[in-house]
Every structure is written in C-alpha cells, then in structure tokens.
C-alpha cells in the first residue's frame, strides 16, 4: 500500500475542502458497521461535518431507486465538496433468502436481489457521488465488499449470489478507478474486506475459531487503511489489515 502522495492532508491524512471544511458521507450509516464509522469519523477532529445517508435518513436513499441516490448526492454537493465517501451497504441474507449451499438452491429473485443491493446500487452510488469529490485533493470512495468474492480465494463454492454479486462489485470498482484517475488524479476508490463482524450480517453464519470484531474495532481498522491509502492504491481489495486480496 502506497503513502498518500500529493499535496498536504489535514492531520491523520484527511484532506479538506477549499474553504477548509472536512466533509464525509457514509451510506448505510445506521447498518452495524455503517454506524459505527459514523461514530468514529464524528469523533475525527479532521472532520467538521459526517453525513449518514440511508433509507430512513433525510433526505432517503435507497440503493434500488436511482432517483433517491441523485436527490441524496445533490443534497450532499449543496453541503460541500466530501472528501471521503464511505459505502457500507451490503446483502447476505433477509427476506427469505439464505446463503445457497448448492447450485441446486440458485433462485432468480436472490440473486437479482443480491446483484441489485451489492452491485447495482453501489454502481449508481459511484455514478453520483466520484463526480461530487475533489478534483485537485486526496479524496476517497470506499465500498465494502468482502473476501467470498475473490474469485481467486475461492475454495470453498457456495454461496453463489453473494459471492458473484461481491465479484461483480470488485471489477465495477477496477473500473471505475481508472475512469476517475483521468479527471481527479489525486482521488481513490477502493474495495474493502471488513473482517468478520459481529452485526446482524454475519452473526448466523460466525464460526468458532474465526476472530470476530465488533462494530467499532472494524470502524477503527477501515479507517486506519483509509488513511494510509494514496492515488497508486485506487482500483484495488484491500482487507482490513490493509492486506490485499487476491482478485
């Protein structure tokens, strides 16, 4: 992982904005670990003002409704230029819909579910809000994706609709990093493995053995690889050790 390069970053490696406000967006923000960097992030003295979007906030965004991402992010541009976007969105399982085991329990709507909430909806949020980050200054968009959706790690099968819509979420990532380095060389965008976390996501599926966080140490460890991140380590998966993850 590269040092941040580039012109000087407010203590802890934030940038801030031209008129010397620091400003971060977290999506998902009342989820387990979206709430908890909220926490965090508002007790950064790097940042004057942390936005949480969600759902149920003001104004609403809804990954499966274009329309509410556009409003979210316009409200967010009225507010200022935000120097780091946090997506803490995600699906495994609700509704119904368990983790498959077998291709024999493949289902349409969980996976068109699984690809509209982990890949779609963070696809339309880069849409909105890489445009929204600044244009001469370190500036960071993160999403969380997850270590089941390398396809080079994977030796275990299962778990298809998570697992492929994770995938799919990586390579929109790649993709997207390198249409951003041609207008905002400074910006980063990246995938990033939380660790296993003790939130209502993973709770069924913990096994013994596998070292668990709570909310707030994942919070702490995302951050703390957020902050070490520069412009040479946008487009890539990284873990929340800032180790990376195999493709």
């Known amino acids: 992982m590269s040092s941040s390069a580039g012109e000087p970053a407010r203590a802890g490696g934030w940038a801030e904005d031209a008129d010397g406000r620091s400003l971060a967006v977290v999506v998902g923000g009342s989820g387990g670990v979206g709430a908890?960097?909220?926490?965090?992030?508002?007790?950064?003295?790097?940042?004057?003002?942390?936005?949480?979007?969600?759902?149920?906030?003001?104004?609403?965004?809804?990954?499966?409704?274009?329309?509410?991402?556009?409003?979210?992010?316009?409200?967010?541009?009225?507010?200022?230029?935000?120097?780091?976007?946090?997506?803490?969105?995600?699906?495994?399982?609700?509704?119904?819909?368990?983790?498959?085991?077998s291709w024999r329990e493949l289902d349409p709507a969980h996976l068109a579910h699984a690809f509209a909430i982990n890949a779609i909806g963070p696809a339309l949020l880069m849409k909105h809000f890489l445009p929204l980050l600044p244009r001469e200054r370190r500036a960071v968009f993160a999403t969380l994706s997850a270590r089941v959706g390398s396809i080079g790690d994977n030796r275990l099968g299962g778990w298809y609709a998570y697992r492929a819509s994770k995938a799919a979420l990586n390579q929109l990532v790649r993709t997207a990093a390198v249409e951003l380095r041609r207008g905002r060389p400074q910006a980063i965008c990246v995938a990033l493995h939380p660790g296993t976390v003790d939130t209502g996501l993973s709770a069924p599926f913990a096994k013994s053995g596998l070292q668990v966080q709570t909310p707030a140490e994942a919070a702490a460890r995302l951050l703390a690889v957020i902050e070490r991140l520069g412009p040479g380590d946008s487009g890539e998966f990284f873990d929340h050790r800032g180790e990376p993850v195999p493709w």
């Not at 909220?38 to 329309?67: F, H, I, K, N, T």
Request: hydrophobic share 50%.
């Open 36 to 101: 908890a960097l909220v926490a965090a992030l508002r007790d950064c003295p790097a940042y004057d003002e942390v936005l949480a979007l969600g759902r149920r906030g003001s104004p609403a965004l809804d990954l499966l409704d274009e329309a509410s991402i556009a409003a979210a992010a316009a409200a967010v541009r009225a507010r200022g230029v935000p120097t780091l976007v946090f997506d803490a969105t995600g699906f495994l399982h609700g509704g119904g819909m368990e983790p498959e085991k």
